[in-house]
């Protein structure tokens, strides 16, 4: 028998005795890589391991050096946070750990840098409770499948994470009672409200006449090479006129022959307060000057390339939130996520060089490439059918 078959015999006996699937793939050299997600503790899978190897069904595993790696789901978090909720831990914790973070403040922005102190602590205390506990996705109690089926819902069904999941923890209306649970609630964001644009026939007539200035100052898209250029538009247009300055570069769809990255100068639309010293004041359209970098052909007029039809962001993460978003081009759009998961997947293999490939750091880094790669390749093969679904 080979190793490769008696790993992945191994495999299914592990997951067998522990109820949970067991993934044993291989990495390098002596190395193989296991993964599991819920199930058993690290320490509860080393001793499954080592009772199975002691036996004389997997003899080429013993010289192997397997490296363990326990994932986990959300489920998982919502059960943990649920049971300490009502078992009194979560709330002195998180006060705990919110006091102490504020007391210690880091100088760095680590991870999502609008999470509140208490959001910190709270996703600490989580998933500490998690890393201890066996099989962290079961029930601990009958009582906390509701509420633990309330917070999955409320925080986005399949998509829920950890991170949507701690507001509506600390925003909960009630406490929680034997005759009458909590409802968990998604938190509203706080999103501004829209302002509200002038549409009478004044306005309309003052937007119109401050466009027909703006055109006579830049009549239409033009390239701007040096400071020379601009400072010619410049003199020419209103000296209110306001200013935008495109946040990605733009491109027509398909390959670029002999691409370079030209800003153009354009007309764009905007809309102010009528009152300055009042946000929320009714608002009025003005025209204003934009700065947009866009991907041509060298020699290509860019000005003109830009007024066509169909320019789109040039990055693929930003072109993906908008055809997801807003176009509702699902095969293109989930197309592009795929393609930056796999850029994603390529620079953590990168970084996998420089650790030391004995270390479980390795396995973890190794483990999650190998997944987000699979999953690139789950989402093109799904592209199209999500698009037909959707019409």
Known sequence: MTRSRQAARLAAHLSEVTGVRVSLEYDNGPRWNMSWADGPTCDQMHVHLAEALAGHHFPDMRDRTLHLHRGTSSRAWAARA???RREGTLGPAVAEGAAWRRAHPSPYRLGISDLTPENHALLQHVERLIESTPYPDRVSAPEDEPLIEQLLTAGGGRRASEYTM???????????SADQPPKLRPVADKEPPMPQISADAAAAAEAEAATARFMRGLPGAREVATTGELAAILAKLPADTPLFLEDHLVAHPGPVDDPVEVVVAHLTACAEPVDPDDLSSEHRMRPALG???IVVGHGQDAGAEFERDGVQ????????????GSTGDLDGGIRDVADVIDTVAALLAEGAKFIASGHDAHAT???ETSRLRHAADRLRNTASQAQQASE
Do not use: C, K
């Open 166 to 176: 701690a507001p509506i923890l600390l925003n909960a209306d009630r406490v929680p």
């Open 291 to 293: 700065l947009a970098t």
């Open 82 to 84: 649920i049971a300490s």
């Open 313 to 324: 962001p040039y990055d693929q993460l930003a072109r993906a939130e908008e055809r997801l």
């Open 365 to 367: 880094v190794t483990v």
